[in-house]
């Protein structure tokens, strides 16, 4: 069974920082795009940024510029670096993976369970 845990939410002042992380774990073959989207109160989730699994990343233009994605392979983890964070940035961040779990399965997608972010102004 694959897992997605994220880590790194919390509460920050608006322009300030803060680094989400997101391992997978279990059967495993293997991972393809990787990324990060957010819900917040009263919306609908919406794609934050994607990371392909060469590195290649894409961003929402709301977060171009001020955030920034990557990913670990080796650690099976994708990253969200995000600074200048405005309160509008406030939402649940849910990690997101294209997984093949084992030869027999095709991949799809996973999700992680959600970290808060609170950006106060």
């Known amino acids: 069974q694959v897992q997605l845990v994220e880590s790194g939410g919390g509460l920050v002042q608006a322009g300030g920082s803060l680094r989400l992380s997101c391992a997978a774990s279990?059967?495993?073959?293997?991972?393809?795009?990787m990324g990060w989207y957010r819900q917040a109160p009263g919306k609908q989730r919406e794609l934050v940024a994607t990371?392909?699994?060469?590195?290649?990343?894409t961003y929402a233009s709301s977060v171009e510029g001020r955030f920034s994605i990557s990913r670990d392979n080796a650690k099976r983890t994708v990253y969200l670096q995000m600074s200048s964070l405005k309160p509008e940035d406030t939402a649940v961040y849910y990690c997101?993976?294209?997984?093949?779990?084992?030869?027999?399965?095709?991949?799809?997608?996973?999700w992680g369970q959600g970290t808060q972010v609170i950006v106060s102004s």
């Open positions: 997101n993976a294209d997984i093949r779990p084992t030869t027999w399965e095709p991949a799809y997608k996973h």
């Open positions: 279990g059967s495993i073959l293997s991972i393809n795009a």
């Open positions: 990371i392909t699994n060469g590195g290649s990343p």
